[in-house]
């Protein structure tokens, strides 16, 4: 019966979407008029390996993440999952890869570029890691590589709880790092306040701690992303239950907090967005800043604020499809995002406005996660995972998987903007009866989503595993 519901919402969508809002006026370009693949790959070996970061430098791109294989063609293994760092040349081959960590699991959750290296950071529960230690459990872990990809130091943070950096990005005097604790005897920060608390650490040139923040609930609190402002920090994530500096809507909000340069809370806010949410991405846009992430059902979402954390514009997705868009970047014409939907690696791009332009997804028929994305002077790269042996676009070598795409060498004008997808009906021509179609989609997208039953899923992201 759910799939005969599904089934003519799906019908009456269609109908309305080709018949009614054409009316609206004419469409732009499409993804696929704009940009082209220029290649992709899945690396990693028999094992499980996830791509969560990536970063341009100028000769490539250099990944970090973590893997299982014991055969990977690139790298070894120590045992369960290692920590990985991959470089990628501009041709999409690999020139070198490194695995590091002990007999626990190691990951990286997110790589910067600094002018003598590359800094990054995650997570390790190995107490027999070569290069770090551990204090119990899983320990915030920060790592600067050289230029080579070879370890220059390392540095394990936390107590006898759960520790993790999500984020990192690079100061003039070090590193911002922000993650997650349930340490409540970690040396280098405060007590434990409940579940889990949010975590920003302030970090030297050689790693050592210049300060840190930890804040939260009963719930579980948790930062995905950090990004420098002028005056301070501005960082992104989700608070189950609520804490004393943003309140609570219920369940589990999206959160923005914004710190000064020497660690003191100057605001945070739980997001306006609908039902459970979370933020996984940030990006400075001048004025502000830009956030992307999903909310209850999963349902992609993109909101832009002000300097001091006034929502302008928010953009759920109205598509009845699970979709997450777990990073976000600024184009010279409006925003790029990339993520999953349906279980394929997806990419869309929105105006400065809010206006969805474009979207597109890539994968086989097996799951695909796409974690981080970096934007490029021809377009974008993005990581992440994929299963799928059967995927047009890449050759399965392992489930490590890096996509690169560009604008197309004529007729590629990425201020053209796109075709308005559903939901999005374009401010020309007959308002009247793009306004009818777009109501008309919303009540059968919800009309299918509540026939099917569609739950809380629990949603892979930077910090997935704590």
Not at 270 to 282: I, K, L, W
């Given at each position: 019966m759910e799939k005969k519901v599904l089934g003519l919402a799906c019908s009456l969508a269609f109908v309305f979407l080709v018949l009614v809002i054409p009316l609206g006026g004419a469409y732009a370009a499409t993804f696929d008029d704009l940009y082209q693949l220029d290649w992709a790959h899945s690396d990693g070996g028999a094992g499980e390996t996830e791509y969560t970061s990536v970063v341009a430098t100028g000769d490539g791109f250099v990944v970090v993440g973590d893997s299982s294989s014991t055969d990977g063609a690139f790298w070894g293994n120590n045992g369960s999952f290692d920590a990985v760092i991959v470089k990628y040349n501009l041709d999409g081959t690999i020139a070198w890869a490194h695995n590091y960590g002990g007999s626990g699991y190691d990951v990286l959750n997110s790589v910067a570029i600094v002018n003598d290296g590359y800094i990054a950071v995650g997570t390790s529960e190995s107490s027999d890691a070569a290069d770090w230690g551990n204090y119990g459990s899983r320990d915030a872990l920060v790592v600067k590589f050289n230029l080579d990809g070879t370890l220059a130091w390392a540095k394990n943070l936390g107590g006898s709880g759960d520790d993790e950096f999500?984020?990192?990005?690079?100061?003039?005097?070090?590193?911002?790092?922000?993650?997650?604790?349930?340490?409540?005897?970690?040396?280098?920060?405060?007590?434990?306040?409940?579940?889990?608390?949010?975590?920003?650490?302030?970090?030297?040139?050689?790693?050592?701690?210049?300060?840190?923040?930890?804040?939260?609930?009963?719930?579980?609190d948790r930062l995905a992303s950090v990004i420098a402002a002028d005056d301070g920090?501005?960082?992104?994530?989700?608070s189950q239950g609520g804490a004393a500096h943003w309140g609570s809507a219920g369940g589990y909000d999206a959160i923005v907090i914004k710190y000064g340069l020497d660690g003191a809370f100057l605001w945070a806010y739980n997001s306006d967005v609908p039902g459970d949410a979370c933020f996984m991405s940030v990006a400075a846009t001048g004025d502000g800043f830009v956030t992307s992430g999903y909310r209850d059902g999963g349902a992609a979402v993109v909101a832009r604020y002000d300097q001091d954390g006034t929502l302008l514009w928010e953009n759920i997705s109205a598509i009845p499809i699970f979709s997450v868009l777990s990073s976000v970047g600024v184009a010279s014409d409006g925003f790029i995002a990339f993520g999953y939907e349906d279980s394929d690696l997806m990419a869309a791009k929105y105006s400065f406005d809010g206006t969805l332009l474009w979207e597109t997804t890539v994968g086989g028929s097996d799951s695909e996660e796409g974690y981080e994305m970096t934007l490029t002077s021809d377009g974008f790269v993005g990581v992440g995972y994929s299963f799928s042996t059967d995927a047009a676009e890449w050759a399965y070598n392992g489930s490590g998987v890096i996509v690169k795409y560009s604008l197309k060498p004529q007729g590629g004008d990425p201020n053209a903007g796109g075709t308005p997808l559903p939901g999005i009906i374009p401010d020309t021509g007959d308002a009247g009866a793009g306004a009818v179609a777009c109501v008309m989609l919303l009540v059968l997208s919800a009309a299918a989503l509540a026939w099917l039953g569609i739950k809380r899923r629990n949603v892979k992201s930077r910090f997935k595993r704590v």
């Amino acid at each position: 019966m759910e799939k005969k519901v599904l089934g003519l919402a799906c019908s009456l969508a269609f109908v309305f979407l080709v018949l009614v809002i054409p009316l609206g006026g004419a469409y732009a370009a499409t993804f696929d008029d704009l940009y082209q693949l220029d290649w992709a790959h899945s690396d990693g070996g028999a094992g499980e390996t996830e791509y969560t970061s990536v970063v341009a430098t100028g000769d490539g791109f250099v990944v970090v993440g973590d893997s299982s294989s014991t055969d990977g063609a690139f790298w070894g293994n120590n045992g369960s999952f290692d920590a990985v760092i991959v470089k990628y040349n501009l041709d999409g081959t690999i020139a070198w890869a490194h695995n590091y960590g002990g007999s626990g699991y190691d990951v990286l959750n997110s790589v910067a570029i600094v002018n003598d290296g590359y800094i990054a950071v995650g997570t390790s529960e190995s107490s027999d890691a070569a290069d770090w230690g551990n204090y119990g459990s899983r320990d915030a872990l920060v790592v600067k590589f050289n230029l080579d990809g070879t370890l220059a130091w390392a540095k394990n943070l936390g107590g006898s709880g759960d520790d993790e950096f999500t984020s990192v990005v690079p100061t003039s005097d070090g590193y911002m790092a922000v993650g997650t604790t349930s340490s409540s005897n970690a040396a280098d920060w405060g007590g434990h306040i409940g579940g889990l608390d949010t975590l920003a650490v302030k970090l030297n040139l050689d790693g050592t701690v210049s300060w840190a923040e930890v804040d939260g609930g009963p719930g579980a609190d948790r930062l995905a992303s950090v990004i420098a402002a002028d005056d301070g920090y501005i960082a992104v994530g989700e608070s189950q239950g609520g804490a004393a500096h943003w309140g609570s809507a219920g369940g589990y909000d999206a959160i923005v907090i914004k710190y000064g340069l020497d660690g003191a809370f100057l605001w945070a806010y739980n997001s306006d967005v609908p039902g459970d949410a979370c933020f996984m991405s940030v990006a400075a846009t001048g004025d502000g800043f830009v956030t992307s992430g999903y909310r209850d059902g999963g349902a992609a979402v993109v909101a832009r604020y002000d300097q001091d954390g006034t929502l302008l514009w928010e953009n759920i997705s109205a598509i009845p499809i699970f979709s997450v868009l777990s990073s976000v970047g600024v184009a010279s014409d409006g925003f790029i995002a990339f993520g999953y939907e349906d279980s394929d690696l997806m990419a869309a791009k929105y105006s400065f406005d809010g206006t969805l332009l474009w979207e597109t997804t890539v994968g086989g028929s097996d799951s695909e996660e796409g974690y981080e994305m970096t934007l490029t002077s021809d377009g974008f790269v993005g990581v992440g995972y994929s299963f799928s042996t059967d995927a047009a676009e890449w050759a399965y070598n392992g489930s490590g998987v890096i996509v690169k795409y560009s604008l197309k060498p004529q007729g590629g004008d990425p201020n053209a903007g796109g075709t308005p997808l559903p939901g999005i009906i374009p401010d020309t021509g007959d308002a009247g009866a793009g306004a009818v179609a777009c109501v008309m989609l919303l009540v059968l997208s919800a009309a299918a989503l509540a026939w099917l039953g569609i739950k809380r899923r629990n949603v892979k992201s930077r910090f997935k595993r704590v």
